[in-house]
């Protein structure tokens, strides 16, 4: 009887070690899963709600973009034309060029060839680009076209021989009224921009 009891006794010990056992690892895989959560959460949060984006026929533009993006510690993203412009293309006296036709009509929408894939993730959105014919090319309106505008906030930038970016300004705020837009720079120097991507 004795014996019985005995292991009876050793049986339900058994039971009780091995749940207690199974049910710790089952709370140490579920802090792993909390700690896998956090992570992704911190990885979430991380990505960056600021972007660069731009259009530079000559490559003048974007030198002012990458500054604008490292000051910002923004994304970067060039707006490139489906259709490279060359030297013939960019020649504003020539009213027969590519940019001078493309600038005379408001309805011109250049081809763009990549697209922002994340562009839910952006906050604040830089644009940048040269001044043509005292506004901003074409290119920019195809490239806002392809977003929803609605809760952005958007701040122009420009690089130009002399015209300034108010008129730009203006023509896109019109253009676009869903946005929010703040104002914009023309040619800054690098002690500036800090300054103007506060």
């Not at 004795?2 to 049986?11: N, P």
């Not at 259009?55 to 910002?72: E, H, P, R």
């Not at 060359?86 to 763009?112: F, G």
């Amino acid at each position: 009887m004795k014996k019985s009891s005995l292991f009876i006794m050793t049986a339900i010990l058994s039971v009780l070690t091995l749940g207690c056992t199974s049910n710790k690892d089952s709370q140490e895989n579920s802090a792993d899963t909390t700690a896998c959560v956090q992570d992704s959460t911190l990885a979430a949060s991380a990505a960056k709600t600021t972007l660069v984006a731009y259009f530079s026929a000559t490559g003048t533009t974007a030198k002012l973009a990458q500054k604008v993006a490292t000051a910002a510690d923004a994304d970067l993203f060039e707006i490139k034309p489906e259709t490279p412009y060359t030297e013939a293309d960019l020649d504003w006296r020539n009213d027969k060029s590519r940019s001078s036709v493309e600038m005379k009509d408001k309805t011109s929408r250049p081809a763009i060839a990549n697209k922002v894939d994340n562009w839910d993730q952006y906050e604040t959105i830089y644009i940048g680009f040269p001044i043509w014919w005292y506004t901003a090319p074409t290119i920019i309106n195809t490239f806002l076209e392809q977003y929803p505008l609605s809760g952005k906030t958007i701040i122009p930038f420009a690089t130009s021989g002399g015209s300034s970016i108010d008129k730009a300004c203006e023509d896109l705020k019109a253009a676009y009224p869903t946005a929010t837009w703040k104002a914009g720079f023309t040619n800054p120097s690098d002690e500036e921009i800090p300054n103007l991507v506060k």
